[in-house]
């Protein structure tokens, strides 16, 4: 059934409510954005009440005694606003739209808004401005979790392979530029598989995850480490050259090796303890990422072969000539 047509009474009453002032005045104060209004010198004269709750200013605070330049993270930021409000980049003259950008709390933290904002013209004059304010906080957190959770192994909750490869590259680059050592650890589980044949994988998974508390606890804030797959795994060690590395290697080992029968939830049945072998390797000069992780993972397995639970550090180079040495076995390792 088709829809009847508005009764111009109805119409004539919207009208009405529309401009009653204290209509609009209740509108712009449920209103869940803030909404500041200024006038053309930028003297705030319009701040609802999630206006409030975005800065933590009371109305009172600010209604005719702020500028609108002290709500955002800088004066500077107000200009640029400005300008791009009589611009036509963002929506055209007068109007701005979808600017994403910061207002400053009165606790000194720095809250993600969205903008909009038009200019008020009287008699084809400009008398102020309003934007409307929207909190991006819940947004950026939603959109951080869900970064997180693509970069994280769910099971050790380290970094995973894919994060591995493109913090490396940044580290490296950083490390060519300020001339920094970085030291890379490559080291994997000795005697994982009978183990995890013998008591399954819920306590294999114990120890996997075991290696993510060791790293937890013994790295400093500023190194990193990744579950690079099954039972391998990555540490990369800011400003730290082989010497160093190889210490932190062992004390890592050692670590482990106290900790690891506390996450066993029944006897071993006489089967080799489950320790680390580790090989480190110092980024040289102009090699690419894909060397450091070569001669890190031939000095692991330099590690292994020489009966593991110990560390190895890497051969220096990665020419044919290296890399056969490697897998013959000349790596230095130390138990």
């Not at 809250?111 to 008398?127: K, N, T």
């Given at each position: ?16 409510l ?11 104060s ?8 200024v006038?053309?010198?930028g003297?705030?004269t ?5 206006a409030?709750?975005l ?6 605070e ?10 955002y ?8 606003i ?22 400053r ?5 720095l809250v ?15 008398v ?5 304010f929207?909190d ?27 994060h ?6 940044e580290?490296?680059a ?10 890379l ?27 993510g ?6 790295l400093?804030?500023q ?8 039972d391998?795994f ?13 210490v ?11 900790r ?13 303890p489950?320790t680390?072998?580790?090989?480190v ?5 102009g ?24 560390v190895a550090?890497a ?21």
């Amino acid at each position: 059934m088709p829809m009847k047509p508005l009764q111009g009474s109805f119409t004539q009453g919207m009208v009405n409510l529309v401009e009653n002032a204290k209509f609009l005045e209740s509108l712009v104060s449920l209103c869940p954005d803030g909404i500041i209004g200024v006038d053309r010198q930028g003297v705030i004269t319009l701040f609802n009440q999630a206006a409030e709750a975005l800065t933590g200013l009371a109305a009172g605070e600010v209604l005719g005694k702020k500028y609108i330049t002290e709500v955002y993270q800088s004066p500077e930021l107000a200009r640029q606003i400005k300008k791009q409000l009589h611009g036509p980049e963002l929506g055209g003259p007068g109007r701005l739209d979808g600017l994403e950008v910061e207002v400053r709390h009165k606790d000194g933290r720095l809250v993600p808004i969205r903008l909009s904002a038009v200019l008020i013209m009287e008699d084809g004059q400009e008398v102020g401005s309003v934007g409307f304010f929207h909190d991006l906080t819940r947004q950026r957190a939603l959109e951080e979790e869900l970064r997180r959770l693509s970069i994280t192994d769910s099971l050790t909750s380290l970094a995973n392979r894919r994060h591995f490869h493109g913090v490396l590259a940044e580290e490296v680059a950083r490390s060519e530029r300020y001339g920094r050592p970085l030291s890379l650890v490559c080291f994997d589980l000795d005697n994982f598989k009978p183990f995890n044949d013998n008591f399954g994988h819920q306590e294999g998974d114990n120890i996997l995850r075991m290696v993510g508390d060791c790293a937890r606890t013994m790295l400093r804030g500023q190194d990193f480490a990744f579950r690079y797959g099954g039972d391998e795994f990555m540490l990369l060690l800011v400003e730290t050259n082989l010497g160093d590395g190889l210490v932190a290697g062992n004390r890592f080992r050692q670590a482990f090796n106290l900790r690891w029968p506390q996450a066993l939830s029944q006897p071993s049945k006489g089967l080799r303890p489950v320790t680390l072998s580790l090989g480190v390797a110092q980024y040289v000069d102009g090699e690419r990422a894909e060397g450091l992780i070569m001669r890190a993972d031939l000095a692991m397995y330099e590690a292994k072969r020489a009966g593991g639970d110990r560390v190895a550090a890497a051969q220096e180079c990665i020419s044919a000539e290296c890399v056969s040495l490697g897998a013959k076995g000349s790596g230095k390792a130390t138990s």
